[in-house]
């Protein structure tokens, strides 16, 4: 799912994919729990990057990360096509599975 959606990236946007998580370990969550950067503390509330589900794709030209969220948007819509979660808000560059 992953390729197709690097793919799909570089048909439909003028920006290049940037792949930030993939795989985290049940420490690495608890400690973004602890962090306030996710709600699943990786244990009660598994993430989807603990069964290696999920990824973080962003957007970028050059150095620059690009946030539009209608591109975001559109991005997620070929990923549900693919059997993938729907967007979180607050998390556009989350794709769950
Ligand atoms: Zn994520």
Redesign the pocket.
Known sequence: MVALLIQYVRLVCPYDPII??CKRSGQEQARMFKLGL?ECDGVKKR???QDAK???LYLGKGSKLIWDKALYRKLHKFWSLLGGKEMIPG?I????G
């Not at 560059?93 to 769950?96: E, I, L, M, T, V």
């Open positions: 930030d998580w996710s993430s989807d990057h999920a990824i973080d998390d560059g989350h794709f769950g």
